[in-house]
């Protein structure tokens, strides 16, 4: 595999095993369709995915690695950690994985009953239909049923006025530790990414305290070019990559066709001065 900065590696997106809507073939169809030659498939906290992707990638002729984005609590808020190039069939991960979506169903119920003080009642069963499974329902199923009941015009428009701090239907939950995350990946074989760090409301100095605990456990890269990064944003996670000596990943953070930030394959390549993810995989 090249380590080439130039190549089209799209290594962050979801399919209809966790929040996207596409099946993990249609998405590897796309990625292809749009130039991309290294895919990984990266569904939350779930790995029941990747053998399709590979097959799909496979049969196209396209370079796959094996991946999944695990939820993390950090310094009480959410952040994600990317993991490629995993053996998806390890049993040390399939079970941390399995904890840490337990937790959603109650979380989801306690997300209903808020909406319901807000006038706002079937949401539960709502989100249910779009996410198929307890276990994986998440925040993103929710935004859909307030779309499909007119209530917001958009998945967007819904994280403005529900589902986030302070807004109807926001409950936190306790995820994986950032300790654990880690771990799980090291040893089924990958490489643990910080997952679009531009969108994390941390100070300068948590965010430094995240780099260095990260790197220090074995963290090896960030995504410098994702989908929510800004242009301006491209060169500063370009900085932080290089001060704190990480390799960078590129990953559009695709879900949907209507709501997704970019399309599958279509962002800028990463700079020629960075050292990318894919050149720890040959």
Same mark, same amino acid.
């Given at each position: ?92 991960? &399939? ?10 169903g109650n979380r989801a119920k306690q997300m209903a009953e ?21 276990? *994986?329902?998440? !925040?993103?199923?929710?935004? !859909?049923? &307030?779309?499909e009941q007119g209530i917001c015009k958009d998945t967007d ?5 529900? *589902? ?9 939950? *306790? ?23 531009? !969108?994390?409301? *941390? ?43 990480? &390799? ?21 390549? &990463? ?10 995989f040959h």
């Amino acid at each position: 595999m090249t380590s080439n900065s130039s190549l089209n590696a799209d290594l962050h997106c979801h399919s209809v095993v966790s929040d996207g809507t596409l099946t993990p073939e249609e998405l590897a169809e796309r990625a292809y369709a749009n130039g991309v030659r290294l895919w990984a498939l990266t569904d939350h906290d779930e790995l029941g995915g990747q053998e399709r992707a590979q097959l799909a990638a496979s049969t196209l002729g396209m370079d796959y690695l094996p991946g999944v984005e695990i939820s993390v609590t950090w310094m009480g808020q959410t952040i994600h950690i990317v993991g490629l190039g995993i053996d998806a069939a390890h049993a040390g991960i &399939l079970e941390g994985l399995r904890r840490t979506r337990e937790g959603r169903g109650n979380r989801a119920k306690q997300m209903a009953e808020q909406l319901l003080k807000a006038g706002i009642p079937g949401a539960y069963e709502g989100a249910l239909h779009f996410a198929g499974n307890q276990e *994986l329902i998440s !925040r993103t199923h929710f935004a !859909r049923f &307030l779309v499909e009941q007119g209530i917001c015009k958009d998945t967007d428009q819904v994280f403005k006025r529900y *589902l986030v701090e302070d807004k109807p239907g926001y409950v936190p939950h *306790l995820w994986a530790t950032l300790d654990d995350a880690v771990a799980w990946i090291k040893e089924a074989g990958g490489a643990a990414v910080i997952a679009h760090p531009g !969108r994390y409301k *941390l100070s300068a100095m948590q965010m430094d305290e995240l780099y260095k605990h990260f790197k220090e456990i074995g963290g090896m890269a960030i995504e410098v070019i994702t989908g929510s990064h800004s242009p301006n944003q491209y060169q500063t996670y370009g900085k932080i990559a290089q001060h704190y000596g990480f &390799l960078a990943s590129r990953g559009s953070d695709f879900h949907d066709p209507e709501e997704s930030y970019i399309d599958l394959g279509t962002l800028p390549h &990463l700079p020629d001065h960075l050292t990318p993810v894919w050149s720890l995989f040959h």
